[in-house]
């Protein structure tokens, strides 16, 4: 499809819950990225992923955080024993080699409002 | 260490009126500068891109300026409607670290009928 899709659109853990969040990127894009949207429009990076291979994961939280994107599946996002500060917003982005190399920007998910009570 | 400032954080303005949004990055190493809007509980729309090597793009009543060397940019909307509130956000994309997009807090725009 012509779009990322993102599921759930909604998800609510209680504390100390697993959450797994997931990602479809456009059909053809080898590039996939994470960011995290905390109050107040902060984004920030997570991990992006270049295929199956993880490209940069500078962001990432070293623990309960962990991603894939495996071949033929939706790329994903889990996080152990969610905690309060995790509630946010994770917008997933893909993009082509091309898009990249051209200087295009990427096309964003509408993103999964995690909340957790 | 990339950071994108975005002033104001939140403006109110009549119908009609033109505005000018401000978005400052200190390493003027980039790629690119990308303004995007987002809607209450929506994702991010792209609004305008700029190359490194470019000063600036226009979409429509939107227009967004760079300057590379002062590490600013602008986006500047022209006859403002109540369709336009919405939060914008300026992004830059780093020269190096893997494609990685830094963000502004964004500028929550309010335009009154």
């Known amino acids: 499809g012509e779009e990322v899709a993102q599921t759930p659109k909604h998800l609510v853990r209680g504390e100390g819950q697993k959450a797994k969040l997931y990602c479809a990127p456009i059909k053809g894009h080898s590039y996939v990225f994470w960011y995290q949207q905390v109050l107040k429009n902060e984004f920030k990076f997570l991990i992006s992923f270049q295929n199956e291979n993880v490209f940069d994961e500078t962001g990432m939280p070293k623990e309960r955080f962990s991603a894939k994107c495996l071949p033929n599946s939706p790329c994903s996002l889990e996080i152990q024993a969610t905690k309060l500060e995790d509630s946010a917003v994770y917008f997933c982005a893909s993009s082509s080699p091309g898009q990249l190399l051209l200087n295009y920007g990427y096309t964003f998910g509408s993103g999964t409002r995690l909340t957790v009570v | 260490k990339q950071e994108v400032t975005q002033i104001p954080a939140a403006l109110s303005v009549p119908e009609g009126e033109n505005l000018v949004l401000n978005c400052s990055f200190t390493?003027?190493?980039?790629?690119?500068l990308q303004w995007f809007r987002q809607d209450p509980g929506k994702g991010l729309t792209s609004l305008l891109l700029?190359?490194?090597?470019?000063r600036e793009q226009t979409s429509g009543r939107l227009n967004a300026s760079l300057d590379k060397s002062s590490g600013r940019s602008t986006l500047y909307i022209a006859a403002s409607q109540p369709g336009d509130s919405a939060t914008y956000l300026c992004a830059v994309r780093r020269r190096t670290g893997g494609f990685k997009t830094i963000f502004g807090a964004g500028t929550r725009l309010f335009v009154k009928a």
């Open positions: 390493d003027s190493a980039i790629y690119n």
């Open positions: 700029i190359q490194s090597s470019q």
